[in-house]
C-alpha cells in the first residue's frame, strides 16, 4: 500500500502566489520597456528590491546579509543574474508575455544539460528524453525560419542561458544562508546599474503613476521571493516544483487581457511539450529520490 504524502495547501498556495508575483512584475516591465529604456527599467528593478531587502532583512541580520565564505562566486553569480535580467527584459519589450515567459522556462532544461557538464551528475535516459522534449517545446514556440523568430526570441533564449548558469552557481553554493544568496544578486545588480546610470537615456520627466508603476514592480518581485521561501519551508520541492509551471497560465491570461496578444496553436503546443515535460521529469526525480532514499514512492495529495 502506498504512503500518502500530505502536501499543505498553504504550501500550494503560497508558491501560486509567488509565481503570480512574478508575471504581475513582467507584465509592469513589459508595459514601462514602451516608455522607458530597458537600462532603466533593470536598474529600478534592482534597487527597489535592494531597498526592500535592507528593509526586510538588515534589522535581524545586520552585517551577516554579506558574510559569504565565497564572496568571488557570489559576485559572479549577481552579475549573470543581472545579465538574465537585462536579456529578458529586452525580450518583453517585443515579445508577448507568454512567449518569453515560455521560452525562459526552457531554463530546467539548460540546467540539466550543465549539471552534466559541471557537476557531473547523471545523464539518465528520463534526462535526455526531458532535454529532447524540452528543446522541441522551445522550437514550436520561436519556429527558426520563420517571421515569429526574431532577435527578441534570441534574447529570451540568452535570458534562459544565464539563468541556468546561476542556478548552477546556486547549487555550488548551497551550504551559503538563502538569505544572502537572495541579498547578493540585488545587491551586485543594483551596484552595477547604479554605476552605469550616467550613461542612460533618461526622460526628462516621470509621471508619478510610472513611479508607483515601477516601485510596485520592484516589490512584486521581492514579496514574490519571499512568498517562495515561505512555501518550501512548509512543503518538499519535490512536490512543489510541478506548481511554478503555473506562471506559464498566469501568463497567458494577463498577456490576453492587459496586452491582447494570445498565443497562437504553435506556441500553445510548445507551452504544453515543455509543462508536461517539466511535470514529468519533477514527479521522475522525486521517485528516484525516495527510491534511493529507501522509502516507499509517496503520491500527493
Known amino acids: 500500500m502506498r504512503r500518502v504524502a500530505h502536501v499543505p495547501m498553504a504550501a500550494i498556495l503560497l508558491i501560486l502566489g509567488s509565481v503570480l508575483c512574478f508575471t504581475l512584475l513582467d507584465a509592469i516591465t513589459k508595459y514601462m520597456t514602451r516608455l522607458y529604456p530597458v537600462p532603466i527599467l533593470v536598474w529600478a528593478r534592482h534597487t527597489v528590491q535592494l531597498i526592500a531587502m535592507v528593509l526586510w532583512l538588515g534589522p535581524t541580520m545586520g552585517l551577516d546579509l554579506v558574510r559569504t565564505r565565497r564572496p568571488g562566486a557570489q559576485v559572479i553569480r549577481g552579475g549573470l543574474l543581472l545579465l538574465s535580467s537585462f536579456c529578458f527584459v529586452t525580450a518583453l519589450r517585443s515579445l508577448p508575455l507568454a512567449e518569453a515567459t515560455s521560452i525562459n522556462y526552457s531554463t530546467p532544461v539548460l540546467v540539466v544539460v550543465m549539471a552534466v557538464v559541471f557537476l557531473h551528475e547523471r545523464l539518465t535516459r528520463a534526462r535526455i528524453a526531458f532535454v529532447v522534449s524540452g528543446v522541441a517545446g522551445m522550437l514550436l514556440i520561436v519556429r527558426p525560419g520563420t ?6 526570441a534570441l534574447f529570451a533564449i540568452a535570458s534562459a542561458f544565464s539563468y541556468a548558469t546561476y542556478q548552477i552557481m546556486t547549487r555550488q ?129
Do not use: C, K
Request: glycine share 8%; charged share 10%.
Open 147 to 152: 517571421a515569429v523568430f526574431q532577435s527578441a
Open 173 to 301: 553554493l548551497a551550504g551559503e544562508n538563502p538569505r544572502v544568496l537572495l541579498f547578493y544578486p540585488a545587491l551586485i545588480g543594483s551596484a552595477v546599474m547604479t554605476a552605469l546610470t550616467p550613461t542612460f537615456d533618461w526622460p526628462q520627466s516621470m509621471p508619478w503613476p510610472h513611479v508607483v508603476l515601477i516601485i510596485a514592480g520592484g516589490l512584486l518581485g521581492t514579496f514574490g521571493h519571499f512568498l517562495f521561501i515561505l512555501a518550501f519551508r512548509h512543503g518538499p520541492a519535490s512536490a512543489l516544483t510541478p506548481f511554478t509551471y503555473m506562471q506559464l497560465v498566469w501568463a497567458t491570461m494577463i498577456g490576453w487581457l492587459a496586452f491582447n496578444d494570445f498565443p497562437d496553436a504553435w506556441t500553445i503546443a510548445g507551452m504544453a511539450v515543455i509543462t508536461g515535460s517539466g511535470l514529468l521529469i519533477a514527479l521522475h526525480e522525486r521517485r528516484r529520490a525516495l527510491l534511493a532514499a529507501g522509502a516507499e514512492p509517496v503520491s500527493v495529495d
